[in-house]
Nanobody, 124 residues
């Protein structure tokens, strides 16, 4: 069974930093684009950052310059470094693995997976 396990969330003061991790198991991690979403209370889930299988990154405008996504294929792990935290960053952060239709040795991978989420709370 595929598992995505997030960790690293917590309570932090404004201006602080956190590093979230998402460890994947039972997928061919290197072929998946990895994405971080967040969902604040009463709001829709939003994409904040993604990294392709080739290592290209994209960020939501609201987090550019403060969030950094990276991946370690040897450890099947994706990271989200969050700096200069603001109260509006408070949310549950979810990891999402999406193969984006990758053709890998003749097999097309389309199924995506979600982690269970990790809470980030920014408060003085």
């Amino acid at each position: 069974q595929v598992q995505l396990v997030e960790s690293g969330g917590g309570l932090v003061q404004p201006g602080g930093s956190l590093r979230l991790s998402c460890a994947a198991s039972r997928i061919i991690f290197s072929i998946y684009a990895m994405e971080w979403y967040r969902q604040a209370p009463g709001k829709q889930r939003e994409l904040v950052a993604d990294i392709t299988s080739g290592g290209s990154t994209n960020y939501a405008d609201s987090v550019k310059g403060r969030f950094t996504i990276s991946r370690d294929n040897a450890k099947n792990t994706v990271y989200l470094q969050i700096d200069s935290l603001k109260p509006e960053d408070t949310a549950v952060y979810y990891c999402h693995a999406d193969p984006r239709g990758r053709n890998y040795y003749g097999t097309i991978y389309t199924r995506a997976y979600w982690g269970q989420g990790t809470q980030v709370t920014v408060s003085a």
